[in-house]
């Protein structure tokens, strides 16, 4: 198991957010990954637009997860229409 930190941009509506939050936290559980931290950072503007949208909210996650889930996480994450942005990075131990 790895430390990673998610980096995730949600869409500003209040539906779309709740749904694709709780989407990703259950993916994230049904794939063996635990959450050691969430960060709200909050609503920014993005520096472009994404899926037609110019502002997003932030999320900071930081998990621990087998390498191999993370390609499978990658693939899921596609699929869900309530994420705008998202980005895994290693943490070096």
Do not use: C, W
Request: aromatic share 8%.
């Amino acid at each position: 198991m790895r430390l990673y930190e998610l980096m995730v941009i949600f869409p500003m509506e209040e539906d779309q957010h709740k749904a694709g939050r709780e989407q990703l936290l259950a993916d994230l559980a049904a794939n063996g990954a635990e959450i050691e931290k969430t960060d709200e950072i909050g609503e920014r503007t993005l520096a472009y637009e994404v899926k037609k949208r110019k502002q997003g909210r932030y999320v900071l996650l930081v998990i621990k997860s087998d390498p191999a889930k993370i390609t499978v996480l990658d693939r899921i994450f596609k699929l869900n229409a309530n994420l705008l942005k998202y980005l895994f990075v290693r943490i070096d131990e």
